[in-house]
């Protein structure tokens, strides 16, 4: 199974960074992803890992190192609409995804 | 538009009734799964199914049963609900297959409330 730790609540101003951390523990390590969430709708892919290293997309990068079981999600250039869940999700091989709790991201003015 | 498609999107249900949550994909993505999502607790795996004719427990199956006829089906019956089974339900798929990440596609949820 998995054991996926992520913090509960993020506050961050617009324009700047922040750096959600996502810890997992798993018995068949196949990939790790992050999605985000707006409040009412359904979650929506944004980075994939499977490599150690940084993955970057845009304004969004998301690094992974497997040994250390550590990943995270980079989100630069805040802006309002950044304002969201963010998901850290592991895959088994079994390809089942075993998600986090979610951080809550704030983005204030 | 290729996708998802959830039903109902929404539902208010006694408690001790059948329900049964319909999800239908039309991108031939052979592996699908539903999940529950509630407050603090984030999505739950039910169940999933990696191929037709085939299907799997998840982290939390207890109440639930899926089946998988087809590539495209994979409706969740709840026998008899319960109130803790009040919850958004996502319907998911992926395929397994190919170069992409294998990324989950969501459907839009199902909000079920259990009176």
């Known amino acids: 199974g998995q054991n996926i730790d992520q913090p509960t609540e993020m506050t961050a101003t617009e324009g700047a960074i922040v750096q ?35 993955e970057e997309k845009g304004r969004f990068s998301s690094f992974l190192s497997r040994s250390k079981g550590y990943s995270y999600l980079l989100l630069k250039e805040l802006q309002m609409k950044d304002s969201a869940s963010y998901l850290c999700a592991v895959r088994d091989r079994d390809y089942k995804l075993s ?10 003015a | 538009i290729a996708g998802i498609t ?13 329900m049964t949550l319909r999800c239908t994909q039309d991108m031939r993505h052979n592996a699908m799964y539903w999940y529950r999502q509630d407050l603090g607790l984030g999505l739950r795996l039910i169940h999933y199914s990696n191929t037709a004719g085939t299907t799997g427990k998840g982290e939390v ?46 459907g839009e949820g199902s909000r079920l409330t259990v009176l």
Do not use: K, M
């Not at chain 1, 998600?99 to 204030?108: D, I, L, P, S």
């Not at chain 2, 495209?72 to 009040?86: C, G, R, Y």
């Open chain 1, 20 to 54: 959600i951390n996502c810890t997992y523990q798993t018995s068949g390590f196949n990939g790790l992803f992050w999605y985000q969430q707006h409040a009412g709708e359904a979650p929506t892919f944004l980075s994939y890992n499977v490599l150690d290293g940084l």
């Open chain 1, 99 to 108: 998600f986090g709790a979610g951080t809550t991201v704030t983005v204030r």
């Open chain 2, 6 to 18: 959830q039903a109902p999107t929404s539902q208010i249900l006694a408690a001790g009734r059948r």
């Open chain 2, 61 to 106: 199956p207890d109440g639930y049963s899926v089946s998988r006829a087809n590539t495209d089906d994979f409706p969740l019956t709840l026998a008899s609900a319960v109130p803790s089974q009040t919850s958004v339900y996502f319907c998911a798929s992926t395929p397994t297959s190919g170069s992409g990440s294998g990324e989950l596609f969501f």
